[in-house]
């Protein structure tokens, strides 16, 4: 647990985060039983959790395919230029557009790697045309379409090591 324990938190810390990884629902008196602690130290980490931003949210996982949202697109953008009024900008505008689930600043050929949950082609072939098309910054676009979903995670390995 090396850089775990280092950051100040402790093995119960660590067993609290698996167990809301697992079902955020958990009740304090629920997570007390299985870590063995009476409800108000339990309570405390939580709070203490959550203060240091180790919780960042609780949410619940929607089923995007029963939504008709299952098309999963990642789209790689690349910027007009990289500087870093045209890369704020960017920024700025994606954060409001509620189809764009997520969005990377990463390394390579491409500046920025977003996901979409469309219903279908079509519906993403009109986002690109008429949400994405009308930011000047971006040069150049590259879809990726998802075939089939192997995993998704949206835990953090909290063990302490490789298994073999």
């Known amino acids: 647990m ?13 067993k609290i985060l698996s167990l809301l990884q697992e079902d955020a629902k958990l009740t304090t008196k629920e997570l007390a039983a299985k870590v063995n602690l009476s409800n108000t130290p339990v309570f405390e980490r939580l709070r203490r959790l959550e203060t240091q931003g180790y919780i960042k949210k609780y949410v619940a996982i929607l089923d995007a395919g029963k939504l008709g949202r299952g098309f999963l697109v990642f789209c790689s953008v690349k910027l007009t230029q990289m500087s870093r009024d045209v890369a704020n900008n960017f920024v700025e505008v994606i954060k409001d557009i509620p189809q764009v689930t ?12 977003l996901t979409i ?25 590259q879809s990726t379409f998802v075939m089939k979903e192997i995993k998704q995670s949206y835990s953090i390995d909290l063990s302490s090591g490789f298994q073999e």
């Open 2 to 14: 090396g850089n775990l324990l280092e950051n100040g938190l402790d093995e119960i810390d660590i």
């Open 102 to 113: 997520a969005c990377y600043n990463i390394a390579g050929e491409f500046d920025y790697m």
């Open 117 to 141: 949950n469309a219903p279908d082609m079509k519906y993403y072939n009109d986002f690109i045309i008429n949400v994405l098309g009308t930011i000047k910054s971006i040069g150049s676009i």
